[in-house]
């Protein structure tokens, strides 16, 4: 049987939106830095890329999880980036604190890309084709667009990562690391591609499918619906069957 998570009406849109904390700010201020998103039309199988990166003159702290082998988070890998200045990967520096006095102005470009992040979301659902947003782990992007003001016009938000939770039973989430080494992911030059599906990428996003970047983890998100969506017999025996590894190794 075929398990869908696409909305009836319309397409879907698959999301993943990048957030840093203003360095310096002990965690007090978030905003998004990037996100990605890939538009699929189920009556033709086609696909449509858009995403955009929110520049602003300011440090940031980027924050990745570190799993292991079975998708569990076992630490986190902090960097600090500057997007206005495409300034990537400089030390982060835990004892470092912004003043009082610059706070204002850290919460001021947290508003700008929040806007930004509005406006974005606005251009990408004011097609009316659009019956579902699917994203992975879904917490961080409710909050972003309840800061921002998004609306999603009706359509539905999928949590893609609660969704296979829920379907085979699991105890834990998975991680998108983990359920993309599972389907076989792979970015190769002009496509994507995961066990069952390939998807051709247009030049201009080549340079943007590298993992825990918005328009990677969107891509991922993507083909992992496909395969959930499309065969899930054979996704299923492999989160089973990794399922019953880590539990024979925990």
């Given at each position: 049987m075929k398990q869908s998570v696409a909305g009836e009406a319309g397409g879907s849109v698959y999301l993943d939106i990048e957030f840093g904390y203003v360095y310096g700010t002990c965690r007090r201020v978030m905003m998004p830095i990037e996100i990605g998103a890939v538009a699929h039309r189920p009556e033709d199988d086609s696909v449509r890329y858009t995403g955009e990166q929110f520049r602003y003159d300011i440090d940031v702290e980027i924050w990745k999880k570190v799993t292991d082998s079975c998708g569990k988070t076992v630490g986190?890998?902090?960097t600090v980036a500057n997007m206005g200045h495409e300034e990537y990967g400089k030390v982060y520096d835990h004892a470092f604190r912004v003043r009082e006095s610059e706070m204002p102005a850290a919460r001021a470009t947290a508003r700008h890309a929040s806007a930004d992040l509005r406006s974005f979301m606005e251009s990408v659902l004011s097609t009316g084709d659009i019956g579902e947003v699917v994203v992975f782990a879904a917490d961080?992007?409710?909050?972003?667009?309840?800061?921002?003001?998004?609306?999603?016009?009706?359509?539905?938000?999928?949590?893609?990562?609660?969704?296979?939770r829920r379907r085979f039973e699991m105890k834990q989430v998975l991680s998108l690391d983990r359920l993309s080494r599972l389907i076989d992911f792979r970015a190769d030059g002009s496509v994507v591609a995961s066990t069952h599906f390939r998807y051709p990428v247009p030049d201009e996003y080549r340079h943007l499918l590298n993992v825990h970047r918005g328009m990677g983890d969107a891509v991922r998100t993507f083909l992992l619906a496909r395969e959930f969506q499309e065969r899930l017999p054979a996704l299923e025996a492999r989160v089973r069957s990794l399922v019953e590894t880590c539990e024979s190794e925990g």
């Open positions: 986190v890998a902090t961080m992007e409710k909050r972003a667009f309840r800061t921002a003001g998004v609306s999603l016009d009706g359509c539905m938000l999928t949590d893609l990562q609660r969704e296979i």
